[in-house]
C-alpha cells in the first residue's frame, strides 16, 4: 500500500480500464501481492527458528496456516528444516589439531604428550635443523 490506501489503489485500478467488477479484485490481489514479501520473509524466520529448536513444530504450524497457507506447506517447511538441522549436524568442522608454539612443543615432548619422532617432524616442518 505504501503511502496510498486501499481507496487509493482502488482509484488507480479503475483509472486504468478495468470493469468495475475486477477492479475489487484486482485491488485486493495488488495489496494482497505487497503483503507477500513480508509474510514469506516472516515464515522463513520461523522455519529457521524451528531448525534451531527455538521455535515449536506447533507453533510453526499455527503460524503457517494464519498466514493463510495449507497445512501442507507447513509440512514441506518442517522437512526442509529438519533436512536443514541434519546438514548442520553432519558439517560441522571436525577438530583440527592446533598448531604448538616453540615453547610449547618443548613442554609436550618434555611432558611424554608427543614421543620424540612427533617432536622432531614437527622441528623439521617449521624449518629447525636438527643435529644427527
Do not use: C
Not at 78 to 102: M, N
Request: net charge negative; aromatic share 10%.
Amino acid at each position: 500500500l505504501g503511502s496510498i490506501g486501499e481507496e487509493g489503489v482502488k482509484e488507480i485500478v479503475h483509472r486504468q480500464g478495468y470493469f468495475p467488477e475486477h477492479v475489487d479484485v484486482i485491488t485486493d490481489y495488488i495489496i494482497t501481492f505487497q503483503e507477500r514479501k513480508w509474510r514469506t520473509r516472516y515464515l522463513v524466520q520461523l522455519q529457521r527458528g524451528y531448525a534451531r529448536r527455538v521455535v515449536t513444530e506447533e507453533e510453526l504450524r499455527e503460524e503457517v496456516v494464519a498466514a493463510s497457507y495449507t497445512p501442507e506447506v507447513a509440512d514441506w517447511m518442517i522437512k526442509t528444516a529438519d533436512v536443514q538441522r541434519e546438514i548442520a549436524v553432519g558439517t560441522s568442522p571436525a577438530e583440527k589439531r592446533k598448531l604448538l608454539g616453540l615453547g610449547d612443543l618443548k613442554k609436550a615432548f618434555a611432558t611424554d604428550k608427543i614421543n620424540e619422532d612427533e617432536y622432531r617432524s614437527e622441528l623439521m616442518i617449521r624449518g629447525y635443523e636438527i643435529g644427527g
